[in-house]
C-alpha cells in the first residue's frame, strides 16, 4: 500500500514540475538567475530528473540511466521542449519501476550506500519524494520572482 501512496505523490510532484515549466511566460527565464539565487528553475529541473532516473530508474528499475551531475547545474537554455519530455519520461519511468515494486521491498536495505549510509528504501524513497517537493517549491518561486515584466 505505501508504494501505492509514493507512486502518487511523485506522479502527482512531477505533473506539477511539468506545470511549473509550462507556466513560465519568457522561456529563458528558467534560466535566469539573480543575487543569491544561484539555481536557474532548468537547472533544478535538470536536477530533478537525473536524481529520480538515477536513484529509482537505475537502482531500482534497472534503467540503466547514467547520471551526470555537475552537467545538471552547468547546462544552459535546453529548450523547455526537451525539458519537458525529459519530465514525461520520468514520469512514466517513475510509475513502471514503483508497480514492480511490493511493500516487502520497502523495508529491505536500498541497494547503494547513500549520504545518509545504510537505509532503507522506504526511507530513501520518502527522502526523494522530500527531495522532489523542496526543489519544486523553489522552482515555484523562482517563477513567481523572476519571470515577470520587471525582470
Known amino acids: 500500500m505505501f508504494v501505492s501512496i509514493l507512486k502518487k505523490l511523485y506522479l502527482r510532484d512531477l505533473a506539477k514540475l511539468r506545470t ?6 519568457n522561456e529563458q527565464k528558467l534560466w535566469y538567475t539573480e ?10 529541473c535538470l536536477h530533478l530528473v537525473g ?3 538515477a536513484y529509482i530508474g537505475a537502482v531500482l528499475g534497472n534503467t ?3 547520471r551526470n551531475r555537475p552537467l545538471e547545474f552547468s547546462l544552459r537554455n535546453v529548450p523547455r521542449t526537451e525539458l519537458l519530455k525529459s519530465i514525461d519520461d ?7 519501476t ?3 515494486l511490493n511493500d516487502d521491498i520497502l523495508d529491505e536495505e536500498y541497494p547503494q550506500i547513500v549520504s545518509e549510509g545504510k537505509v532503507t ?7 526523494l519524494s522530500s527531495h522532489l517537493m523542496y526543489h519544486l517549491g523553489q ?7 523572476l519571470d515577470n515584466d520587471r525582470n
Not at 543575487?35 to 533544478?44: D, K, Q, R, V
Not at 520520468?90 to 513502471?96: E, Q
Not at 528504501?121 to 527522502?127: A, C, D, E, N
Open 139 to 145: 522552482i515555484n518561486y523562482h517563477r513567481r520572482l
Open 121 to 127: 528504501t522506504g526511507y530513501f524513497l520518502s527522502h
Open 98 to 100: 514503483l508497480d514492480q
Open 20 to 25: 511549473e515549466i509550462e507556466l513560465y511566460q
Open 35 to 44: 543575487g543569491e539565487i544561484t539555481n536557474s528553475a532548468g537547472n533544478l
Open 90 to 96: 520520468t514520469i512514466d519511468m517513475v510509475a513502471t
Open 51 to 53: 536524481n529520480l532516473n
Open 64 to 66: 540503466e540511466y547514467v
